[in-house]
């Protein structure tokens, strides 16, 4: 089981950009990493998806066009680039780590079922 960590969550105006950042003190590279979110009094959602070879990608529909997913092998590094923030992309918002290495594939729409290492989430609240 990895140890996962978010990092980059904060308070920005509607409109504004976050950049989150997930890494772990085990490999994520050859593993397909999810993002998801949730808010108070919701259920947890997925946000997006990225294959293991970093060519696949999923999205939410609320966030398609607006969030890309991306990931640095090198740096053992998973990000998600928050463009065109609305409020009710407030939430809080966790990585995770699929159970198989070598899977390639995201699921689509997604399912958070496959994904067992887990980070605590980091805070993003877009507010005026």
């Known amino acids: 089981q990895a140890h996962v960590v978010e990092s980059g969550g904060g308070l920005v105006q509607p409109g504004g950009s976050l950049r989150l950042s997930c890494t772990s003190s085990?490999?994520?590279?050859?593993?397909?990493i999810g993002w998801f979110r949730q808010a108070p009094g919701k259920e947890r959602e997925g946000v997006s998806c990225?294959?293991?070879?970093?060519?696949?990608?999923v999205y939410a529909h609320s966030v398609k066009g607006r969030f890309t997913i991306s990931r640095d092998n090198a740096k053992n590094t998973v990000y998600l680039q928050m463009n065109s923030l609305k409020p009710e992309d407030t939430a809080v918002y966790y990585c995770?780590?699929?159970?198989?290495?070598?899977?390639?594939?995201?699921?689509?729409?997604?399912?958070?079922?496959?994904?067992?290492?887990w980070g605590q989430g980091t805070q993003v609240t877009v507010s005026s």
């Open positions: 085990e490999i994520l590279s050859g593993y397909v």
């Open positions: 995770a780590r699929e159970r198989w290495f070598g899977g390639n594939w995201c699921t689509d729409p997604m399912s958070a079922t496959t994904f067992t290492s």
């Open positions: 990225i294959g293991n070879r970093g060519g696949n990608s």
